[in-house]
């Protein structure tokens, strides 16, 4: 047990999905675990475990931001022995290529935030997914006929930036796709101790368009995104 999660050793599996809502970790396990029960809910951080096609599968709510995922990820897999961890989650679109309702595997996550910059010295450390989770995404993808980029990712610690789009203008120039606000600090984290991780985002608004996705279409892309997650989380 920690302050943050009160379950016990062994309550969750070794592959872990992410998402930022508590009530989206309650969604995941109601819809599409079999047999989930809760084993966490600290501050209605919720974790859940159960089974997707017979293999037993976590899901746990990471919060906002970097600082908030950073804590239930070092427990995850510094306590609970988390061995593969699946973000899922929303992002808005930084290149217009990038529709509404489509799947944004982040194989590389830049950030302008101080938890990945203040660990590296004079380096700029490029966090990046594990290659063999990232290609099972494709793959699936692929498969299944969903409509997906991969590509590097903005992880911001700034909602509301002051400059709206302009404070965006270089990263689009070089390949940035999309922006969001964890996977940086997910990635740097598997990195340090030596496990695989994955951000899986379902782009839902476009900085460059404007387009926003609506209740109906969020939810169909949402379950595209998590059943996609969750093939790859129980083979990983």
Same mark, same amino acid.
């Given at each position: +047990?920690?302050?943050? !999660? ?57 919060? +906002? ?12 897999? !510094? ?73 590097? +990712? ?83």
């Amino acid at each position: +047990m920690t302050p943050h !999660n009160h379950a016990k050793p062994g309550d969750y599996a070794q592959a872990v999905l992410l998402p930022g809502d508590p009530l989206r970790a309650k969604w995941i396990a109601e819809t599409f675990f079999e047999d989930a029960r809760l084993v966490n809910s600290v501050r209605n951080c919720l974790g859940y475990t159960g089974t997707w096609k017979g293999k037993p599968v976590s899901v746990q709510a990471s919060g +906002m931001g970097q600082p908030s995922l950073s804590i239930y990820v070092h427990e995850l897999i !510094n306590v609970y022995g988390a061995k593969a961890l699946i973000r899922v989650g929303t992002c808005g679109g930084l290149n217009a290529a990038v529709k509404v309702r489509d799947i944004v595997l982040a194989q590389a996550a830049s950030t302008d935030s101080a938890i990945v910059k203040g660990r590296f010295g004079a380096f700029n450390f490029a966090p990046i997914a594990d290659f063999s989770l990232l290609r099972a995404a494709a793959d699936k993808a692929d498969a299944a006929g969903l409509r997906y980029h991969a590509g590097n +990712m903005l992880s911001s610690d700034i909602f509301y930036h002051e400059n709206g789009f302009a404070g965006y203008d270089k990263l689009p120039d070089h390949g940035v796709i999309g922006v969001e606000m964890e996977a940086a600090a997910l990635y740097t984290l598997a990195a340090r101790f030596g496990v695989k991780a994955l951000t899986i985002c379902t782009m839902t608004d476009c900085l460059i368009t404007k387009q926003e996705i609506d209740a109906e279409a969020r939810q169909t892309s949402l379950k595209d995104m998590v059943t996609l997650a969750l093939d790859v989380a129980v083979e990983a």
